[in-house]
T-cell receptor
Framework: RKEVEQDPGPFNVPEGATVAFNCTYS??????FFWYRQDCRKEPKLLMS???SGNEDGRFTAQLNRASQYISLLIRDSKLSDSATYLC????????????FGPGTRLSVLP | EAQVTQNPRYLITVTGKKLTVTCSQN?????MSWYRQDPGLGLRQIYY???????DKGDVPEGYKVSRKEKRNFPLILESPSPNQTSLYFC????????????FGPGTRLTVL
C-alpha cells in the first residue's frame, strides 16, 4: 500500500462545477499536509497548506481528518484554468524536509 | 528574479556514463531536495539537504549521490546511470523558517539508454 493515496481520476467536469478530491495517508506520525498543483510537464507549485481546523482560500477549501488519516480538497465554481494535476503531499517530520507525494489526480475543466 | 534553475533540461545518455545534474537557487534557501517523477508513482524524494554539508536520504537514494558544498547549489550525481533511472527530475528549495513552501525547478528529463 502506498503511503499517500489519491483518487485515481481523471476528473472531467464542466466549468462552474464543484469538484472534490480525496487523499488518504497511512503514516499516523505524519506532521503536515499540503495540496500542490502541477500543470502538464511543469514543476509542482504549492496550492495550499492544510490545517487541522480546515482552511479556505478563495474557491478552494481543504479539510484534514487526523483520526481517519484523510485529506480533501474542494474546488468550487471551477474554471478552465483549474485544469491540472492535484498532488496531495504529506510531511513526515515537523518543519523538516521529508515529504511524501501522492500520485496525483488529474482534473480537466471543460467549456 | 527568484528562481531555482536546473541544467541540463533534457539529457539522453548511455548506461554507465557518469553524469551530473546541477541545481542552483538564488533565494538564500537553507533547504534543498531532489525528486524523481515517474508515471503512476508521483514524485519520490531522492535526497534532501538542510544546510551546507548536511544531507540525508529520501525514499529512493540508491544509485544517486549529492553534495552541498555551497548554500545555493545542490548537484545530483549519477555515477553509473542505468535505464531504470530514466525519469523526470525536480530540484526544490525552501526557507528553514517557511518550510511549507517548496520552490521547484523546471525539471530535467533524463533518458538512459
Amino acid at each position: 500500500r502506498k503511503e499517500v493515496e489519491q483518487d485515481p481520476g481523471p476528473f472531467n467536469v464542466p466549468e462552474g462545477a464543484t469538484v472534490a478530491f480525496n487523499c488518504t495517508y497511512s503514516n499516523s506520525a505524519s506532521q503536515s499536509f499540503f495540496w500542490y498543483r502541477q500543470d502538464c510537464r511543469k514543476e509542482p507549485k504549492l496550492l495550499m497548506s492544510v490545517y487541522s481546523s480546515g482552511n479556505e482560500d478563495g474557491r478552494f477549501t481543504a479539510q484534514l481528518n487526523r483520526a481517519s488519516q484523510y485529506i480533501s480538497l474542494l474546488i468550487r465554481d471551477s474554471k478552465l484554468s483549474d485544469s491540472a494535476t492535484y498532488l496531495c503531499v504529506v510531511r513526515r517530520d515537523n518543519y523538516g524536509q521529508n515529504f511524501v507525494f501522492g500520485p496525483g489526480t488529474r482534473l480537466s475543466v471543460l467549456p | 528574479e527568484a528562481q531555482v534553475t536546473q541544467n541540463p533540461r533534457y539529457l539522453i545518455t548511455v548506461t554507465g556514463k557518469k553524469l551530473t545534474v546541477t541545481c542552483s537557487q538564488n533565494m538564500n534557501h537553507e533547504y534543498m531536495s531532489w525528486y524523481r517523477q515517474d508515471p503512476g508513482l508521483g514524485l519520490r524524494q531522492i535526497y534532501y539537504s538542510m544546510n551546507v554539508e548536511v544531507t540525508d536520504k529520501g525514499d529512493v537514494p540508491e544509485g544517486y549521490k549529492v553534495s552541498r558544498k555551497e548554500k545555493r547549489n545542490f548537484p545530483l550525481i549519477l555515477e553509473s546511470p542505468s535505464p531504470n533511472q530514466t525519469s523526470l527530475y525536480f530540484c526544490a528549495s525552501s526557507f528553514r523558517r517557511l518550510t511549507d513552501t517548496q520552490y521547484f525547478g523546471p525539471g530535467t528529463r533524463l533518458t538512459v539508454l
